[in-house]
């Protein structure tokens, strides 16, 4: 089995992204194929996938089993029910997967009392002519197509951490240029137009934006990101992050780069 936990840098991922496509070289691993990569020790993750691919099936299979295995483990808290609530303490579902060979791509985005989000998102990708469903549609539609649900995806867990945000004044949150600055809501904004390039209302989290300031570690950020190369296919799934990320609506930021041979990678960024 091949199994590879990324720790690279995002600054060393874009840079190889960034190469292979400003000079056009071909991307070649000397490894045996079929091959499983996933971000973070998610071991069991991998294995399911292993297993899928190993038996036979696609690598768009493999992917769902791999991504499926952590939203049932529950990886960190960070992928699947149970994790990471919003604003209001709900916790919701985003996953997003792509088959490398016809370019497909089907992802959910914020969506409610669905816990099999990658399932989902291959929906959305086989059985719609749409890229995303969001919120209360991509719900209806999961369910529609026959998973479970509806069902609470909050837990003991997740519900004690919205507590505690909000004892906690709603801090840290990703809201700026608003008021109240260090309290909850309502919020209602401020008068943006003298406000100078490195100042914000709100900065105790992302600090304007400067990444670098703000405090990284294992269990506040990032989800599981996966890519089975045989015929490539590439997802993630995630309830977004963790205590410090509270937020209103499930979003993502996706990286993908087409490869000149024709292998796709993908990964997650919170």
């Given amino acids: 089995m091949s199994v590879s936990a990324n720790k690279l840098p995002i600054t060393n991922l874009l ?46 299979d493999a992917v769902v089993e791999g991504c499926s295995a952590c939203e049932e483990l529950r990886c960190d808290g960070t992928v699947g029910p149970g994790g990471s609530p919003d604003e209001n303490g709900e916790t919701t579902m985003d996953a997003m997967i792509m088959n490398g060979v016809t370019m497909e791509v089907g992802a959910v985005a914020a969506m409610r009392y669905v816990s099999d989000g990658i399932k989902a998102a291959r929906l959305v990708m ?35 951490k919205w507590i505690k945000w909000k004892e906690n004044k709603c801090q840290p949150n990703f809201r700026k240029n608003v008021l109240p600055v260090d309290d909850c809501g309502p919020y209602h904004a401020t ?5 100078g ?11 304007c934006g400067r990444l670098g300031s703000c405090h990284i570690s294992l269990h506040n950020h990032d989800t599981i990101s996966m890519a089975v190369i045989d015929r490539v296919s ?7 992050c963790s205590l410090v990320c509270i937020i209103w609506i499930g979003y993502n930021l996706l990286f993908m780069f087409l490869f000149p041979d024709g292998t796709y990678c993908c990964w997650y960024i919170n």
């Fill in 126 to 160: 086989q059985h719609t002519k749409h890229t995303m469903l969001v919120g209360e549609q991509a719900s209806v539609f999961a369910i529609s197509m026959g998973l479970p649900g509806p069902t609470n995806l909050s837990s003991e867990e997740s519900m004690d």
């Fill in 234 to 240: 590439c997802s993630f799934s995630s309830n977004f």
């Fill in 15 to 60: 840079l190889l992204a960034f190469l292979c496509l400003a000079f056009g070289e071909e991307v070649k691993s000397p490894g045996k194929y079929p091959l499983v990569v996933s971000t973070w020790p998610f071991l069991e993750a991998v294995r399911a996938a292993w297993r899928t691919v190993e038996s036979g099936l696609s690598a768009m």
């Fill in 197 to 207: 390039e490195n100042t914000c209302t709100n900065s105790k989290w992302l600090e």
């Fill in 191 to 195: 008068n943006t137009v003298n406000l």
